[in-house]
């Protein structure tokens, strides 16, 4: 089954605390993506790959560091979570960069909580 | 920049009743759309997409939605609704702008069917 997996769905910790968001999808594709979404934000770009070892800030990528060593692994890192990173995390990937019937698959979110 | 606005933060109906969410975008030489649909602690689901061809572009669950270019709207329509369409509804536009793709989402509408 085509899917876009993330890893933990949920977390909670503390300020300062590193932590790992794992993302990985399985349907071969070159695009991967991070936003956050808020409270009548709606959904906000972190950082995308457009292949392996092409990442770039997208939107809001304060404070978030990403790496893309296989093409099917895009994991997000905070070294050093706030607060204000409380959020709800999704993973997105797409067959590729500039593709006229790009889709981005969603994964099923992390919902982090920064004490 | 583009742009995406959801015109009713909320809208609650009741069931077997019609709906229509709004949605506004700015506009652009090229347009991809998009309507994602949020259920309760889940993840994002594609619902339809406007790529190209046809304006009248229908999707899962009896959802469809129009692309009106002159008047820069993809506004969701369902004839009659169930408890289960009980969700958060995004509508997003597909941007590439250099080197960089991203989906750019409104802020979402909160639809509640009441029995």
């Known amino acids: 089954e085509a899917q876009v997996t993330q890893n933990p769905r949920y977390l909670i910790t503390v300020t300062g605390k590193k932590l790992t968001v794992t993302c990985s999808q399985n349907?071969?594709?070159?695009?991967m993506s991070w936003y956050r979404q808020d409270p009548g934000l709606g959904l906000r770009q972190i950082y995308y790959?457009?292949?392996?070892?092409?990442?770039d800030k997208g939107d809001v990528p304060e404070g978030y560091k990403v790496s893309r060593k296989e093409k099917r692994n895009f994991p997000l890192i905070l070294e050093s979570p706030s607060p204000n990173q409380t959020s709800l995390y999704f993973c997105?990937?797409?067959?590729?960069?500039?593709?006229?019937?790009?889709?981005?698959?969603f994964g099923a979110g992390t919902r982090l909580s920064v004490l | 920049a583009q742009s995406v606005t959801q015109l009713d933060s909320q809208v609650p109906v009741f069931e077997e009743a019609p709906v229509e969410l709004r949605c506004n975008y700015s506009s652009s030489v090229s347009v991809y759309l998009f309507w994602y649909v949020q259920y309760p602690n889940q993840g994002l689901q594609l619902l339809l997409k406007y790529l190209s061809g046809s304006t009248l572009v229908k999707g899962i669950n009896g959802f469809e939605a129009e692309f009106n270019k002159s008047q820069t709207s993809f506004h969701l329509r369902k004839p009659s609704v169930h408890i289960s369409d009980t969700a958060e509804y995004f509508c997003a536009v597909r941007v590439t702008q250099g080197g960089s793709e991203k989906l750019v989402f409104g802020k979402g509408t909160k639809l509640t069917v009441n029995p």
């Open positions: 997105a990937s797409s067959l590729g960069y500039r593709r006229a019937k790009n889709i981005q698959y």
């Open positions: 349907m071969n594709h070159e695009y």
């Open positions: 790959s457009m292949n392996v070892e092409v990442t």
